[in-house]
DNA sequence: CGTCTCTTTTTGTGTAGACTTTAATTTTTT
DNA sequence: AAAAAATTAAAGTCTACACAAAAAGAGACG
């Protein structure tokens, strides 16, 4: 025989908490048994229960605050987890072949609009690289890119004839704090050539800043072909 | 040498972990320490080692097998976490006063297209609600939603002329799967009026799709006034 | 009445140890 | 040599207990 018949993991627990808000059973803003209660009730330790719902917190089911409990969030705060992908590996997760073509790469000054965004000081030295991923020839995305020459000097001497500035820099940099923007924005002449659509086509673009502890390192805009949209399940 | 005084919570050893491996003194790739080492090094108990590398593991820095032990990523799948708020939070957040008005409310059968994506049976009933959501009386997000009659029989008495159906819904249909998309989307006149840009404007458009326990819940379009950015920062 | 301090409840985190589960590795058998 | 079986190292989880820290609530005091 085996012992499962009353051993209560901490997954049980937070399948029978998600039942019991689901049943109504345990409705929003209602404070719920404390964890030793809980332990009790589930007849293990409260170091289980309180695995439990912390990750049920963790996961924006459960509010919990010391002293004041454990209550259920009454607009559950469900957060959609997109994992930011390598565009090679979006295309070939896509059943593509990736391809990579630089358009161009120059030294030069950060506009004003630039230095602002990223709050650069007096040294406005950046890298504007410009390049289209491709997925079987087709246009994927084409993306614009200034780095900062101050916060990843060997960029001056960087070849992205071959190799995409985002792969070059995840190599160089390792880690770093990113603000990600979705957005929706219109294709102008020269957008509409490289993503071979229409002027004026609407084109799903997302934009990144990234900084390595505290500096500027790199702002891109990534345009997105037509039709391409960004989807996650939870 | 300083080997950490006795202070060593597993918050420690997450920052040590990161460090080591910006620093490079763990590259990608490589095999870290067993949990019953790195316990010696930090003078802490294997729990408090597996909490931190757990977490560490959960955040996309490093992979971890039973046997094989515990490795750095060599590509961080650094995942963006967007929380979906409400309409009204959303709104409320930027500091604007939140307005809702319903722009039409009547049950109908689900045209074919959505009764594919939604894999209905033959059951199409569908209540089909479309309303305007304003923030200081200026259009901010348009909202065209279908609710499955057959999974939320209710909705055919619901009054949707002063409480949104996603309120609604989240008050009445506590737990779900789902599926969101961001794409771009073109204004056409309809649209254009409603959230007062120009025709052909690019518009940022979330869809999702719900689901009770694996059947259809509803299927909400969500088209964001013009200048419209998601933002998350990680 | 407000505000300050004290108590107490509840979650947060830690220790020490045990058993379980997975799967890489080694050994044995076919 | 290939396949099957045994070994074993590592993470995964649990128990049982302890103390820390936050904060709600109560009481004291001006």
């Not at 995305?141 to 900062?148: G, H, L, T």
């Not at 820099?169 to 990113?178: A, D, G, R, S």
């Not at 050539?193 to 002027?199: I, S």
């Not at 609407?202 to 800043?209: D, G, K, L, Q």
């Amino acid at each position: 025989m085996t012992q499962t018949a009353d051993t209560t993991g901490y997954k049980e627990i937070k399948q029978t908490v998600l039942d019991r808000i689901r049943s109504g059973q345990w409705l929003p803003d209602m404070l719920l048994p404390n964890e030793q209660d809980l332990a009790v009730e589930f007849s293990c330790t409260r170091t289980t229960v309180n695995r439990a719902l912390r990750e049920l917190a963790e996961e924006g089911f459960l509010e919990r605050r010391r002293k004041a409990g454990t209550r259920v969030l009454s607009a559950p705060q469900r957060q959609a987890r997109f994992t930011i992908p390598l565009v090679r590996e979006e295309v070939e997760a896509l059943g593509g072949t990736y391809r990579y073509a630089l358009v161009s790469a120059q030294a030069e000054q950060a506009p004003d609009w630039l230095a602002a965004r990223l709050a650069l000081g007096s040294d406005r030295r950046v890298m504007h690289v410009r390049c289209m991923h491709f997925s079987d020839n087709t246009p994927f995305q084409f993306e614009d890119r200034w780095i900062v020459t101050a916060s990843v000097p060997p960029v001056e001497q960087a070849d992205f004839s071959t190799l995409g500035p985002n792969e070059w820099l995840i190599q160089t940099v390792p880690f770093t704090n990113v603000e990600l923007s979705f957005l929706a924005s219109r294709a102008d002449a020269e957008l509409a050539g490289f993503l071979d659509v229409t002027v004026g086509e609407p084109v799903f673009t997302a934009e990144r800043i990234t900084w390595l502890q505290g500096s500027p390192v790199t702002f891109a805009k990534m345009y997105f072909a037509a039709g391409y949209r960004m989807t996650t399940r939870f």
